[in-house]
């Protein structure tokens, strides 16, 4: 596109235009937004500048949370992967852990700890993981096995359960892990607190865990909707409590949780 070219279109057809641009065309486009003698043209010149910083953050950003899979790769090893929980705090339902090999060859901008993206980004990253990640699994322990053996034993279960189902996939050599440390896994491991907004893999694993958890919480939804889980995901909100006070205890609830309902 000449120089001169942006006068011919309208404030309303650049704005469609630049919503389809290349980052490697961003520049171009910010110059000559920003030399235009129209100030609305000027201020999309701007917007798309804020576009551009946003995208470069987010890079340094990635790239930082791809430090500890590189390192390990670094070293030698071959099938790092990063596992995470969903589901340890709420007062229904099973824990389900989630496990995945990354990648790193795709485009993983933006991923994050799945408490910090909106259900919307989580889903669409739950779906990029299934369909470009190399492997992933899921493992779930039951509510009945949260009160048999306690919510951390419980959710290293689920962890345990996840590699297993991994394992059938790939075998991995490295395990980059949020907090928990599974000491009779024979798999040499690194244990990161707040590991989900540190490692792209673990965050990776805490959107699968997460995701899953809460449509096995939509089903649960359709069948309680007195409870309306759909909204809480079963954590104890001042509905989730005033519901049991009304409709009960339902078998899906954790007993050791509940205690002084009990």
């Not at 670094?74 to 496990?99: H, N």
């Not at 799945?114 to 259900?119: A, G, I, M, N, R």
């Not at 449509?215 to 409590?241: C, I, R, S, V």
Request: net charge negative.
């Amino acid at each position: 596109m000449a120089d001169e070219s942006l006068k011919a279109y309208s404030v309303t057809a650049l704005k469609k235009m630049i919503k389809h641009i290349e980052v490697s065309d961003f520049d171009w486009w910010i110059k000559q937004l920003g030399s235009d003698s129209r100030k609305s043209v000027n201020q999309l010149g701007i917007s798309l500048q804020k576009q551009k910083d946003k995208h470069q953050q987010l890079e340094q950003k990635l790239d930082k949370m791809l430090t500890y899979e590189k390192e390990a790769y670094s070293q030698g090893y071959s099938c790092v992967v990063g596992i995470d929980e969903a589901g340890r705090g709420p007062l229904v339902g099973p824990v389900v852990a989630g496990v995945v090999l990354l990648d790193l060859s795709k485009d993983w901008l933006g991923i994050d700890d799945s408490k910090k993206l909106s259900e919307e980004k989580r889903e669409y990253f739950y779906q990029k993981i299934k369909d470009e990640a190399i492997a992933y699994a899921v493992g779930v322990a039951t509510h009945e096995e949260i009160d048999a053996i306690n919510i951390l034993n419980a959710t290293k279960l689920a962890m345990k359960r996840a590699i297993e189902a991994l394992s059938e996939q790939i075998t991995p050599d490295f395990l980059l892990i949020d907090a928990v440390r599974l000491a009779d896994i024979p798999i040499e491991q690194e244990n990161l607190i707040k590991g989900d907004s540190r490692s792209a893999s673990i965050a990776a694993a805490s959107i699968m865990a997460k995701v899953t958890r809460d449509h096995m919480l939509y089903e649960l939804d359709q069948k309680y909707p007195q409870y309306h889980f759909a909204n809480h995901k079963g954590y104890g909100t001042k509905a989730h409590y005033e519901a049991i006070e009304k409709y009960g205890i339902l078998p899906e609830h954790r007993r050791s949780f509940l205690k002084n309902y009990l």
